[in-house]
Each structure stands twice: as structure tokens, then as C-alpha cells.
């Protein structure tokens, strides 16, 4: 009798409890006949019932009491609902109170052969309910497992960044052109903006994408360290997340860097240390844009490149990765560079 159905029959009548024991006796079916509520509460709880047959009328309450505390018992069977009376409305009562089926009580009998069908069905689509959270269960055990992954792997190359970042700083302490000295501190500015994107990505809940405030924050903080003497960095984000995927972030992270490092080296070359100000702002529901700001002696985007020219390049390649429209608007003085994302 292992593997046969356990079926809970509760009724008030005892003798409709023996009637139905006798009519699905067989090596599918075992059933049990209990005639209080109480009781068939203290049954299910001690015992692995497959199903519970709800009579409506009982002793000193109705099936539709009974269900709501059979379903808040810890593994609760399916209850198929058994009824004398015509009115429909009992039995969409009984679907509504959480009843996986119903059968009408004839007076013939004939029940007790619905009856049968309808736990076979019912036992049928528990079982697929079952498969079905197991493999919803695995789905997100693996889910959880690649998201654990992805996080340990941003954090190692985020550590691996920061070594090869201070093997530059080593080997530009090895070198005496000022020139080849200043080319080595850009390329590690690109590669902690990188970097940065990964170390958002280690503690971010959603390892798809960046929330541009706090990995921007966080990017204006290190290059204001690293510029400390030559220009103050500010930072200004919106007051509503802004998520962007993965692969934007490094590209605009990069920009940034680009902007804000030229803005430090040129912006005031002539004149004492000043200001440059990165701030995020919305503009609609499309886009987001976001500018680098300076008081220094100002540049529109014309006219000859200062430096190498390699930084410019590198904005442009990155905004077109972005989809995004950089321009230079006027100032008075300064230089405001302009970065609309579509979003």
C-alpha cells in the first residue's frame, strides 16, 4: 500500500464514509473517514494525505469554513469538494476558497465514480505543480549561482585592473620625460574608470547594469584625488536612480575621464587651480545627459587639439558606442561639454 493514493474523507455521516471506503477500496486507494472538522485537522497534520474529500454539510460548520485552515496547514493536499446541494454558487464558493475541484452528491451514488476521476486529476496536476516549482526552483538555484559567479569574476578583474593600474604608477615613477610621464598617468585614468564599472558590477544586485549616480560618484572622487593641486572635481548627480547596461557604463565612465582630465591639464594652465563640475541631469524620459563643466579659458570643440589628440579620439569612438550626441556649448567663461545618452 506504499505508493497508493491516501485519500481524508470528511463527512458528518459515518456511513457515507463507509460507503465511499468500499466503493474505491482497491490497491489505488486508501481512505480514511473522519466526521469533524477538528479531527480531520489533526489528521492531516500527523499524516501524508495525496487528497481531502470536503463534505459541505458537517457538524458544527460548513466545508467552506474548513478549507482556508486545511490550506494554512504546513503541506496541505488538494481538496476536492463534495456537495449535495444544486446551487452553483456553493461550488464557485469552493473553487474561490482555494478547492481544486468539486463533485455534486447524487442520491444514486454515482459520486463516488466522479469521485474517483476527479482525484486521479487532481493528484495528476499536483504532481505537474510540483515538477513545475522544482524546476522553477533549479532555474533560480542556477540563476543565483551565475549571478555569484559574474560578481567574484567583476571583483577579481577589478583587482587585477587595480595591480596593472599601479604597475603603471611604478613604471612612471621610473621615467623622467614629463611627456611620456604624463601619457602613462592617462592610460591609468582609463583603466581605473574600467575598473570602477567592475567594482559596481562586484556589489550591484543586478550584475546587467550600473547605476550611473554612485559609479559616477565614485569615478569623480578618485579623479579629484588624483587632480588634487591642479583642480577641485565636483560631482552632481539626479535624485532618481538611472541604470545604464554594463557596456554604456564603461563607455561613458571613459568619457568622463577623458573630459575631466583634459579640463584639469588645459583649463587652467595660465591661471591658479579652479573648478571643473560633472553633473547628471534628465532630459524627458530618453535621454540623460550628462556635461563637464569648467571656468578655465574655454574651448568649443574647434580648432586645434592640444596634446596628442588621443583622448579626443577615444571620446569620439566611446560616444558613438554610446549612440550618444557630444557637442560643445558656449561659455563665459569655461568650456561646457555636453554628453546626451539615449536611455
Known sequence: MADAIRILYIDDDPGLGVLLRRALAS??????????GDEALLRLAEND?????????????????????????PNPPPIIYVTGSEDARIAVAALKAGAVDYVWKD???????????????????????????ESRRQVEEARDRAEALLREVNHRVANS???????????SHAIDEPAAKQMLQECQARILAVAGVHRSLYTSG???????????????????????????????????PVRLSTDRAVSLGVIVTELVTNACKY????????????????????????RVEDDGVGWTGEGPIKGTGIGSRVVKA?????????RYLPAAPGTVAELSIPI
Request: hydrophobic residues 45%; contains cysteine; aromatic residues 6%.
Open 27 to 36: 490497491p489505488e486507494f486508501l481512505v480514511d473517514a473522519v466526521e469533524t
Open 49 to 73: 494525505y495525496h487528497i481531502a474529500a470536503l463534505d459541505h454539510n458537517l457538524t458544527n460548520e460548513i466545508g467552506l469554513d474548513l478549507i482556508p485552515k486545511i490550506r494554512a496547514l
Open 267 to 290: 583649463a587652467y594652465e595660465c591661471s591658479e587651480p579652479g573648478e571643473v563640475r560633472v553633473t547628471v541631469q534628465h532630459s524627458g524620459d530618453s535621454a540623460l545627459v550628462v
Open 161 to 171: 585592473l587595480a595591480i596593472v593600474s599601479s604597475f603603471i604608477t611604478l613604471q
Open 107 to 133: 442520491v444514486q451514488g454515482h459520486y463516488r465514480d466522479l469521485l474517483r476521476e476527479a482525484i486521479r486529476t487532481a493528484i495528476e496536476q499536483d504532481r505537474l505543480r510540483l515538477r513545475a516549482e
Open 206 to 240: 543586478d550584475v546587467r547594469f550600473i547605476d550611473v549616480n554612485s559609479y559616477l560618484a565614485s569615478l569623480v572622487k578618485e579623479l579629484a584625488a588624483s587632480a588634487a593641486g591642479r583642480c577641485a572635481v565636483r560631482f552632481s548627480g539626479v535624485s532618481s
Open 318 to 326: 566611446m560616444a558613438q558606442t554610446l549612440r550618444a550626441d557630444l
